[in-house]
C-alpha cells in the first residue's frame, strides 16, 4: 500500500489549502481502514486533523474551529483535505495515512 500526498507548497493567508492523497494497493473503500490527516509544525509534535472512513464518514479536530472539510473521490481512490482561513500558523508537513501506511509527507508554507 502507498499513500502519496499533492498540492500546492505555498498558499497566501486567508485562502483555502487543499490537499489530495492517493492510495495505491488499496481502496479507500475497504472497511478495514481509516484515512487520516496529520500535520506537524515547524519544532512542534504531530496534529491530527481528521478522518474519513471507509462509509465516507468524516470527523475532525474541535481546534479547526469548522476551517476542515475532508473528502474523498473514490473514481480516484482519493481523499482530500480543504483548510479554510489559512495563517502562517497553519505553515508545516502535512501527512496522509492510514493505520499501517503513511505517505511521505508534503511542506505547506503559508505566506504573502
Known amino acids: 500500500m502507498r499513500l502519496q500526498e499533492s498540492g500546492p507548497g505555498l498558499v497566501k493567508p486567508s485562502q483555502t489549502l487543499s490537499l489530495a492523497c492517493t492510495v495505491s494497493?488499496?481502496?479507500?473503500?475497504?472497511?478495514?481502514?481509516?484515512w487520516h490527516w496529520i500535520r506537524q509544525p515547524p519544532g512542534k509534535g504531530l496534529e491530527h486533523l481528521g478522518t474519513?472512513?471507509?462509509?465516507?464518514?468524516?470527523t475532525s479536530s474541535p481546534s479547526l474551529k469548522g476551517r476542515i472539510t475532508i473528502s474523498r473521490d473514490t473514481s480516484k481512490n482519493q481523499f482530500a483535505l480543504h483548510l479554510s482561513s489559512v495563517t502562517p500558523e497553519d505553515t508545516a508537513v502535512y501527512y496522509c495515512?492510514?493505520?499501517?501506511?503513511w505517505g511521505q509527507g508534503t511542506q505547506v508554507t503559508v505566506s504573502s
Open positions: 495515512a492510514n493505520d499501517v501506511s
Open positions: 494497493g488499496e481502496s479507500i473503500t475497504t472497511n478495514n481502514y481509516w
Open positions: 474519513i472512513d471507509s462509509s465516507g464518514s468524516t
